[in-house]
């Protein structure tokens, strides 16, 4: 009986402190409900890129400080809508349109002697020159996925040296030229690559009509030239200014009632051709 008691009472005693302990770790612990939810721990793009918005109220635009800008909504110009007046500047069209008067001899996006300039996604139209970049100083400019479509002359040039030109639409460009069209130019020294350019300078006529003009020592790969300047006095599909490396490029139907017509210059000095299509 005596056993019995005491075996009662150690079990008691081992009972309280158990519960003296699970009340210390309450204690301890605080109150386990959270006092409300878990804020976001994703930074928005604006934290991780920093960018600067552009809307229809800052055209005409001078950018003159290096960054990221964006397109806010489709924009006219009735000029020259943006000027870049700084390096190391990235243009995000953002799938908007920056369209032109259809008039006059402006620009969708220009720059004079800068570098590296970025300008990509979305449409440039209806100026006289759509991208361009005017010095040969320039250099290591990026157009990446843009349409120029129905600019005055010049859909994208870039006189500058070392530029890519990728996945990109040039049509109907050389509407009211007087002199020489581009669907797409580039200096010495550029990647061109996975672009399109049809129907540029087709209404010229006394014109010298390119749809890709790539200047020496150019990387000239995956791209296709079509029914560029329909009637002008001298039409290239593809022209290439010598050393360059040609792959994977389709070139056909330029210059059908031309005086002079060449899908693509095969044979040019010292370039590398593999696989290309120009009959």
Request: charged share 15%; glycine share 12%; hydrophobic share 35%.
């Amino acid at each position: 009986m005596e056993t019995k008691q005491k075996r009662t009472k150690v079990l008691v005693s081992l009972l309280a402190l158990a519960g003296l302990l699970v009340f210390s770790t309450f204690t301890v612990a605080g109150d386990l409900e959270p006092p409300g939810a878990p804020g976001s721990t994703m930074k928005t793009l604006d934290e991780v890129e920093p960018r600067i918005p552009i809307s229809q109220s800052d055209i005409p635009l001078t950018i003159n400080e290096s960054g990221s800008y964006y397109l806010t909504e489709d924009i006219n110009s009735a000029d020259t809508a943006i000027t870049v007046a700084a390096d190391d500047v990235t243009i995000d069209l953002a799938g908007f349109t920056l369209a032109g008067p259809d008039s006059g001899t402006n620009y969708g996006i220009y720059m004079s002697g800068r570098s590296n300039v970025e300008i990509r996604n979305g449409t440039v139209r209806d100026f006289y020159y759509g991208i361009g970049e005017d010095n040969s100083l320039g250099q290591g400019h990026r157009v990446i996925d843009v349409r120029a479509l129905s600019n005055g002359a010049i859909g994208i040039y870039l006189k500058s040296k070392n530029n890519l030109v990728k996945d990109c639409t040039a049509s109907d460009n050389g509407t009211s030229a007087a002199g020489y069209v581009y669907g797409i130019y580039v200096s010495s020294g550029s990647t061109v690559t996975g672009n399109t350019a049809c129907d540029n300078g087709d209404s010229a006529t006394g014109d010298y009509v390119y749809g890709i003009y790539a200047g020496s020592g150019s990387t000239v790969t995956g791209n296709t030239a079509y029914n560029n300047g329909y009637s002008a006095d001298t039409v290239y599909g593809i022209w290439l200014g010598g050393y360059n490396l040609v792959d994977q490029n389709t070139a056909y139907s330029n210059g059908s009632a031309a005086g002079s017509a060449t899908n693509m210059t095969l044979g040019v000095t010292g370039c590398n051709y593999v696989e290309n299509v120009a009959p």
